[in-house]
């Protein structure tokens, strides 16, 4: 028989989940931006901003308190809830 | 395992009180008083029992929390009423209802201890017969090498582990009289709730003690906290780490280092309290290099950084004292850190000019033009500590002019946010200063020799980033 030893992990079960269907056209939804607080990500979006919305998408604005941490809870749920697709800025 | 009801002995042959008394426990069976008897050494003894119990597997002895023989126990209803330790004719003849128990014995003698309670088998016993883990256990094939086994699973920060058996956990869970399914945090970046369970588990694999066990469980909590902010340590692309910091008594009880080469290798509490911690964050909440952890250099701290303060050869009040805590109190403090980087300056004689020397070290963590961005740790060594002390320079006073010291005119100076951020605008009269009034975390510790001090830079401080933050380590809780 070989060595038993106690599991070190969090022992989680994976769970799979469908990702939403890519969006079929931009005409008619709403798109959020994402700023998550990184700097000049303002500016990025800013420009990503004027490119949808000269396609006549309607487009909402959203911004994390810090780069550092994990979006909030109700943000995540205002963006879920309220746009069809959203865009989130990464960069310095 | 249920005990029949009346009275039940605990001996073992090894014991001389039990030997004196096995014509007593033989009298009693014979009187039909004493309904068992568990030997735990020699099924043959005592001599002449009907209702002799072989418990040299200790199942019994462990499960009744026997910790001299011989015990008597009194049953009623299949639980312990009441019970009775080592030989004393008073205590039996009132215990059992029987006069003149033992003639010819003499009137008292203590017991002997346990072998259930034996300081080399408890822990076996704990993980044999125990509540039990909540943990999954993971049983290796006979082929396998357990060292490679841990490290295909990826429990591994890259250098060898100790095997985390049941007997091994429960031995380290002895170091905390909490209990072992307790939430001690919710571990980034899965946010799972991480119990001391799973916090011994990695304890024991990074090489630590029990008794380290209350420092470990005070810095993952302490890690986890939203002030610290873990996550955004794990997942920026900055070179930093938890860099744990012992203050207290407890630094000495569990043999810490805080004198010659203190950031360095060669103490087991320093070396693997640190590492037990990114256990801790890597297999709890699977916080991996190349996954969540995306740092782009990294540093040779991330293996684990920890380290004590010289309290006692420090001339000021110790680090925690200065953040308000009593000087009895045992803490943990963390602060977001990257690799040490030493300041010689074997020419400054006044503390003035060593404190404008330090300042101006000081300024080149991360980058000279760099400010108000992060805070950093000064770790001052005793003949650098010993500059301020002679002239009787207290901590306040030595912190704020090294601060005064990295003042530089504002011009040309970034903010976390990049040029032009702002940043010079909280230009003072002497400049901008590199760090915030409360930025600069001074620690001393180091050998009784050498003119050097230890600059560890930080990361993004503050709210947006992380805060250092401080809490006392409860010994066994």
Same mark, same amino acid.
């Given at each position: 028989? #070989?060595?038993?030893? @106690? &599991?070190?992990?969090? +022992? %989680?079960?994976?769970?799979?989940?469908? /990702?939403?269907a *890519?969006?079929?056209?931009?005409?008619?939804?709403?798109?959020?931006?994402?700023?998550?607080?990184?700097?000049? #990500?303002?500016?990025f @979006? &800013?420009?990503?901003? +004027? %490119?949808?919305?000269?396609?006549?998408? /309607?487009?909402? *604005?959203?911004?994390?308190?810090?780069?550092?941490?994990?979006?909030?809870v109700?943000?995540?749920?205002?963006?879920?809830?309220?746009?069809?697709?959203?865009?989130?800025? %990464?960069?310095? | 395992?249920?005990?029949?009801?009346?009275?039940?002995?605990?001996?073992?042959?090894?014991?001389?009180?039990c030997?004196?008394?096995?014509?007593?426990?033989?009298?009693?069976?014979?009187?039909?008083?004493?309904?068992?008897?568990?030997?735990?050494?020699?099924?043959?003894?005592?001599r002449?029992?009907?209702?002799?119990?072989?418990?040299?597997?200790?199942?019994?002895?462990?499960?009744?929390?026997?910790?001299?023989?011989?015990?008597?126990?009194?049953?009623?209803?299949?639980?312990?009423?009441?019970?009775i330790?080592?030989?004393?004719?008073?205590?039996?003849?009132?215990?059992?209802?029987?006069?003149?128990?033992?003639?010819?014995?003499?009137?008292?003698?203590?017991?002997?201890?346990?072998l259930?309670?034996?300081p080399?088998?408890?822990?076996?016993?704990?993980?044999?017969?125990?509540?039990?883990?909540?943990?999954?256990?993971v049983?290796?094939?006979?082929?396998?090498?357990?060292?490679?086994?841990?490290?295909?699973r990826?429990?591994?920060?890259?250098?060898?582990?100790?095997?985390?058996?049941?007997?091994?956990?429960?031995r380290?869970?002895r170091?905390?009289?909490?209990?072992?399914?307790?939430?001690?945090?919710?571990?980034?970046?899965?946010?799972?709730?991480c119990?001391?369970?799973?916090?011994?588990?990695?304890?024991?694999?990074?090489?630590?003690?029990?008794?380290?066990?209350?420092?470990?469980?005070?810095?993952?909590?302490?890690?986890?906290?939203d002030?610290?902010?873990?996550?955004?340590?794990?997942?920026?692309?900055?070179?930093?780490?938890?860099?744990?910091?012992?203050?207290?008594p407890?630094?000495?009880?569990?043999?810490m280092?805080?004198?010659?080469?203190?950031?360095?290798?060669?103490?087991?509490?320093?070396?693997?309290?640190?590492?037990?911690?990114?256990?801790?964050?890597?297999?709890?909440?699977?916080?991996?290099?190349?996954?969540?952890?995306?740092?782009?250099?990294g540093?040779?701290?991330?293996?684990?950084?920890?380290?004590?303060?010289?309290?006692?050869?420090?001339?000021?009040?110790?680090?925690?004292?200065?953040?308000?805590?009593?000087?009895?109190?045992?803490?943990?403090?963390?602060?977001?850190?990257?690799?040490?980087?030493?300041?010689?300056?074997q020419?400054?004689?006044?503390?003035?000019?060593?404190?404008?020397?330090?300042?101006?070290?000081?300024?080149?963590?991360?980058?000279?033009?760099?400010?108000?961005?992060?805070?950093?740790?000064?770790?001052i060594?005793?003949?650098?500590?010993?500059?301020?002390a002679?002239?009787?320079?207290?901590?306040?006073?030595?912190?704020?002019?090294?601060?005064?010291?990295?003042?530089?005119?504002?011009?040309?100076?970034?903010?976390?946010?990049?040029?032009?951020?702002?940043?010079?605008?909280?230009?003072?009269?002497?400049?901008?200063?590199?760090?915030?009034?409360?930025?600069?975390?001074?620690?001393?510790?180091?050998?009784?020799?050498?003119?050097?001090?230890?600059?560890?830079?930080?990361?993004?401080?503050?709210?947006?980033?992380?805060?250092?933050?401080?809490?006392?380590?409860?010994?066994w809780?």
């Open positions: 028989m #070989g060595v038993t030893v @106690l &599991d070190p992990t969090a +022992e %989680l079960v994976v769970s799979r989940r469908e /990702r939403n *890519r969006l079929e056209t931009l005409e008619g939804m709403t798109i959020g931006l994402l700023d998550i607080s990184k700097p000049r #990500g303002n500016v @979006l &800013d420009r990503i901003q +004027e %490119l949808l919305e000269r396609d006549g998408v /309607r487009v909402l *604005r959203f911004v994390k308190p810090t780069f550092a941490k994990p979006a909030p109700d943000l995540r749920h205002e963006i879920a809830t309220q746009c069809h697709a959203v865009i989130e800025a %990464l960069a310095d | 395992m249920t005990l029949p009801d009346g009275l039940v002995a605990f001996v073992k042959r090894d014991c001389p009180t030997a004196l008394v096995e014509p007593v426990l033989g009298e009693l069976a014979d009187a039909g008083i004493l309904n068992a008897v568990y030997t735990q050494d020699d099924p043959t003894f005592p002449g029992i009907a209702a002799l119990h072989d418990d040299t597997g200790l199942e019994a002895s462990w499960r009744n929390g026997i910790e001299t023989v011989p015990t008597i126990l009194r049953v009623e209803e299949g639980r312990e009423a009441d019970r330790v080592g030989w004393s004719r008073e205590q039996w003849t009132a215990f059992t209802s029987v006069a003149d128990l033992g003639a010819g014995l003499p009137e008292h003698r203590p017991g002997c201890g346990s259930s309670a034996d080399d088998r408890a822990a076996g016993l704990e993980a044999q017969y125990g509540d039990g883990f909540a943990s999954r256990r049983e290796f094939a006979s082929a396998e090498d357990p060292m490679e086994a841990m490290h295909d990826g429990w591994s920060d890259g250098l060898p582990l100790v095997e985390p058996t049941t007997e091994r956990v429960a380290m869970l170091g905390t009289a909490r209990d072992r399914q307790d939430v001690v945090a919710i571990v980034p970046p899965n946010l799972v709730e119990t001391v369970e799973k916090v011994a588990v990695n304890a024991v694999m990074a090489g630590c003690k029990p008794e380290y066990l209350p420092v470990v469980l005070a810095a993952v909590a302490t890690a986890c906290t002030a610290f902010n873990m996550h955004g340590l794990l997942c920026t692309t900055m070179s930093v780490g938890p860099v744990v910091l012992v203050n207290g407890i630094r000495n009880a569990i043999g280092n805080s004198g010659v080469n203190v950031l360095g290798q060669g103490n087991r509490a320093n070396s693997t309290i640190g590492r037990a911690l990114q256990l801790v964050v890597r297999n709890v909440g699977g916080g991996e290099p190349g996954g969540i952890d995306r740092s782009t250099l540093n040779p701290g991330k293996v684990g950084f920890c380290f004590a303060e010289d309290e006692e050869g420090s001339p000021w009040p110790s680090f925690s004292q200065s953040r308000g805590f009593g000087p009895r109190a045992s803490t943990v403090t963390l602060f977001p850190g990257e690799s040490p980087r030493i300041v010689v300056d020419v400054s004689r006044t503390p003035e000019a060593l404190a404008a020397s330090l300042g101006s070290a000081l300024i080149g963590t991360n980058h000279p033009r760099l400010v108000m961005a992060t805070d950093a740790m000064l770790v060594s005793p003949e650098h500590a010993s500059r301020f002679a002239a009787g320079w207290s901590k306040e006073r030595t912190v704020s002019r090294i601060l005064e010291a990295t003042c530089q005119p504002a011009e040309g100076l970034w903010g976390i946010a990049g040029e032009g951020d702002g940043a010079a605008g909280d230009a003072g009269p002497g400049g901008v200063a590199k760090f915030r009034p409360d930025g600069l975390h001074v620690v001393h510790a180091g050998g009784r020799a050498g003119l050097f001090s230890a600059v560890i830079g930080g990361w993004v401080a503050g709210d947006k980033g992380s805060h250092t933050v401080t809490k006392e380590v409860s010994p809780a």
